[in-house]
């Protein structure tokens, strides 16, 4: 499976980014996960491939994981963005994840 993310970038403390993910096979549970300087990777939100959702309590409410597998590809849509968000997020498949994309980098100062 190779995964490819892109839509990071800098931004100021209450704008949005959309990040997407593209996949190769549409089977999988997608997640978006991220890892900032210093710290432990971490989950962020989740789709299985029925739509079910999940969210890390530190984004719920403000971001929002959708998947179009018509298209192959999975979005995180991120609003009211905080500093703390700050991270490179990266796309992964499966549960637990097995695959990984490279990462895009979102920056929120």
């Known amino acids: 499976v190779q995964l490819v993310e892109s839509g990071g970038g800098s931004v100021q403390p209450g704008e949005s980014l959309r990040l997407t993910c593209t996949f190769s096979e549409t089977r999988y549970c997608m997640g978006w996960f991220r890892q900032a300087p210093g710290k432990t990777r971490e989950g962020v939100a989740t789709i299985a491939n029925d739509g079910t959702v999940d969210y890390a309590d530190s984004v719920m409410g403000r971001f929002t994981i959708s998947r179009d597998n018509a298209k192959n590809t999975v979005y995180l849509q991120m609003n009211s963005l905080k500093s703390e968000d700050t991270a490179l997020y990266y796309c992964?498949?499966?549960?637990?994840?097995?695959?990984w994309g490279q990462g895009t980098q979102v920056t929120v100062s």
């Open positions: 992964a498949s499966g549960s637990p994840p097995l695959n």
